[in-house]
């Protein structure tokens, strides 16, 4: 189905894979039963590598060998919230419960794991910079956390709207940090050089934004839970831009691929979306069939995305080729 005009909405069912040749998701069910697989990363290699929320578990899926390994993580019931790679190929990861912040080595297959200063701080979401640092919230410690591996040594910077509840966190190439308050309804810019936190009210009152990402030419997008938008903020003109969801529901996790293009899961709506800033059309995509709840959303080199999916207890893959061809020419 198409519409044309400033939104475009396609609704694309699995059974429709027919039109393009090859079936255009595919899944990989867990290799340990209610693993909740969740928070999605794609090395440079294109393994990936998601968190199993509910057995404690780091795990890589090589796309090649179509292969599951899985990691148990040190710390017992540690509670997995977010990873992210760093460019040497460690997978780092924060764990709410035990409130600490843990690096995997692949190449030795060890983990190290760091207490946060901040007590009972709930480390939320993670993100590492150009130079190796990482970053990570703290949603009751109203604090933006930062590591040093080379050093070992934490920073922790205190969130100026008290009870802020920061979520989403992102890192530019000029040295800032960007930040999601969910609480707090605004949107925190951290300036590393100076440890000054600049905030932005968000264009809508109670938003509960929650991820948060950053495109190529350093636009920032997150979602507008309130609004039912994908909202992008442009950094130097200090202004928001609100897209709302064709299907006026809600996103949950948000990455954008080396085009530009926007990608998110929609919360407990059982489909994946797709945004292209060119032309601000949207596509939606129904999971498979039945009840779907996708977590995290990652795009490799090719051009596929990964995604897990708590419900069905599997990652999916939908291929980037069956996408390109839903969009109009």
Same mark, same amino acid.
């Given at each position: ?5 400033? #939104? ?11 039109? !393009? ?5 595919? /899944? ?17 290699? %294109? ?17 090649? /060998? ?8 040190? @710390? ?15 997978? !780092? ?7 600490? #912040? ?8 060890? $983990? ?5 200063? /901040? ?15 990482? !970053? ?50 605004? #949107? ?15 264009? %809508? ?15 920032? !997008? ?32 948000? @990455? ?22 060119? @032309?601000?059309? $949207? ?47």
């Amino acid at each position: 189905m198409r519409i044309v005009g400033f #939104l475009r909405f396609v609704l694309f069912l699995v059974v429709a894979s027919s039109v !393009w040749g090859a079936e255009p998701f595919q /899944t990989y069910a867990m290799p340990t039963p209610h693993a909740l697989p969740a928070r999605v990363a794609v090395d440079k290699a %294109n393994d990936v590598w998601f968190i199993e929320v509910n057995t404690n578990k780091l795990a890589k899926f090589n796309p090649a /060998t179509e292969s599951f390994t899985e990691f148990d993580l040190p @710390t017992y019931r540690c509670f997995p919230a977010d990873l992210t790679l760093d460019d040497a190929g460690r997978v !780092w990861f924060v764990e709410q419960d035990a409130n600490q #912040l843990g690096v995997f080595d692949p190449a030795s297959k060890s $983990f190290k794991e760091y207490d946060i200063p /901040t007590i009972e701080s709930s480390p939320l979401r993670i993100a590492a910079d150009a130079s190796g640092k990482i !970053w990570f919230t703290q949603f009751y410690g109203n604090k933006i956390g930062m590591f040093d591996p080379l050093s070992e040594r934490f920073e922790e910077y205190d969130i100026p709207t008290p009870d802020a509840r920061p979520v989403g966190i992102v890192a530019d190439y000029k040295g800032r940090v960007w930040f999601i308050e969910n609480r707090g309804n605004k #949107l925190g810019r951290l300036d590393v050089a100076t440890g000054k936190i600049l905030e932005y009210p968000m264009p %809508n009152p109670f938003e509960s934004a929650m991820d948060i990402a950053i495109d190529r030419l350093g636009y920032i !997008w997150f979602s507008g839970d309130k609004g039912r938008s994908l909202v992008m903020f442009d950094p130097v003109a200090e202004k928001f831009e609100s897209f709302p969801v064709p299907s006026r529901a809600s996103m949950d996790s948000l @990455t954008v691929d080396a085009e530009g293009k926007v990608f998110f899961t929609i919360r407990d709506a059982s489909k994946v979306g797709v945004f292209n800033p060119k @032309t601000k059309e $949207f596509i939606e995509l129904k999971v498979g069939l039945g009840e779907s709840k996708p977590r995290g959303i990652a795009v490799d080199g090719a051009g596929d995305v990964w995604f897990g999916d708590i419900k069905q207890d599997v990652l999916f893959k939908v291929r980037g080729d069956a996408l390109s061809k839903l969009w109009m020419q």
